[in-house]
């Protein structure tokens, strides 16, 4: 049997099934697309919904909390009867080095328990989405993590805050050249090779630390969306993951 897992993000909500830690059947739509479901989550209900589609329950992450009341309605009015789980700081299996646990967002939690189960701790799981986050756990838990800004951001700030600057395409950032010949060249090797370096230098600084704190050389993972549009030798040492976030609200599913 299978469990269908939604991550419900800022601008995207992921969604598939998992079974035995293979996921299938995935799909992703706008999370401003759930204030009118008709077009967004209501056809995966409907979908997975009734008894014999081979679903035995839901497991969910939310960081929006407006969008979390308004799924939580929906499940309702369209009679979900299985067995609905959201992950929360107090029912994953996770152990927490961390002084205030309730500051965790929800898909931060489902990386750290899939990165702990799938390639063991230490690991060092980074999402490329909207933020960029680093969550790490070691052999004593949950450490913490870093976040900083995605590639969106950063193409569309240099849009919104200057006259001229026109707006990137986060998706089409390759340039061969080391030096800009035209604006839009100049602007996309800023970007991208800047997120790259930006990348780059916060991993070091965290394998250092955990080095330092006794702890072997962490596994890496990479996920979210802008992972999978990078050049795979800028990540030839990091492995990547589109999954984890799915696998991780299956896994806590699993040990509630």
């Given at each position: 049997m299978s469990v269908l897992c939604i991550n419900i993000n800022n601008t995207n909500t992921q969604h598939g099934l998992v079974?035995?830690?293979?996921?299938?059947?995935?799909?992703?739509?706008?999370?401003?697309?759930?204030?009118?479901?008709?077009?967004?989550?209501?056809?995966?209900?409907?979908?997975?919904?009734?008894?014999?589609s081979g679903v035995?329950?839901?497991?969910?992450?939310?960081?929006?909390?407006?969008?979390?009341?308004?799924?939580?309605?929906?499940?309702?009015?369209v009679g979900w009867s299985r067995p609905v789980y959201q992950i929360t700081c107090e029912n994953c299996p996770l152990k927490f080095n961390f002084p205030?646990?309730?500051?965790?967002?929800q898909d931060i939690l489902a990386n750290a328990v899939a990165g702990q189960i799938l390639y063991g701790p230490p690991v060092i799981v980074?999402?490329?989405?909207t933020a960029v986050t680093f969550d790490i756990v070691s052999s004593k838990g949950y450490e913490g993590g870093i976040?900083?800004?995605?590639?969106?951001?950063?193409?569309?700030?240099?849009?919104?805050?200057?006259?001229?600057?026109?707006?990137?395409?986060?998706?089409?950032?390759?340039?061969?050249?080391?030096?800009?010949?035209?604006?839009?060249e100049a602007m996309k090797l800023g970007c991208a090779v800047g997120f790259e370096g930006m990348i780059r230098a916060l991993l070091e600084r965290?394998?250092?630390?955990?080095?330092?704190?006794g702890e072997d050389e962490?596994?890496?993972?990479?996920?979210?969306?802008?992972?999978?549009?990078?050049?795979?030798t800028w990540l030839s040492d990091i492995e990547f993951n589109p999954h984890i976030t799915l696998i991780g609200l299956a896994e806590a599913y699993a040990r509630q």
């Open positions: 079974n035995k830690r293979r996921v299938t059947q995935e799909g992703a739509f706008g999370t401003k697309l759930l204030e009118d479901p008709q077009f967004g989550i209501l056809p995966v209900l409907q979908k997975y919904g009734p008894e014999g035995e329950g839901m497991a969910f992450g939310s960081v929006v909390p407006d969008v979390t009341t308004q799924f939580r309605d929906l499940l309702e009015n205030d646990i309730r500051e965790i967002g980074i999402d490329m989405g976040i900083a800004p995605g590639l969106d951001v950063i193409t569309r700030y240099l849009h919104e805050r200057t006259a001229l600057l026109p707006k990137l395409d986060p998706n089409d950032l390759m340039v061969s050249a080391g030096i800009g010949k035209t604006t839009v965290v394998q250092r630390e955990l080095r330092e704190r962490a596994k890496v993972v990479a996920t979210g969306g802008s992972a999978g549009i990078l050049p795979q």
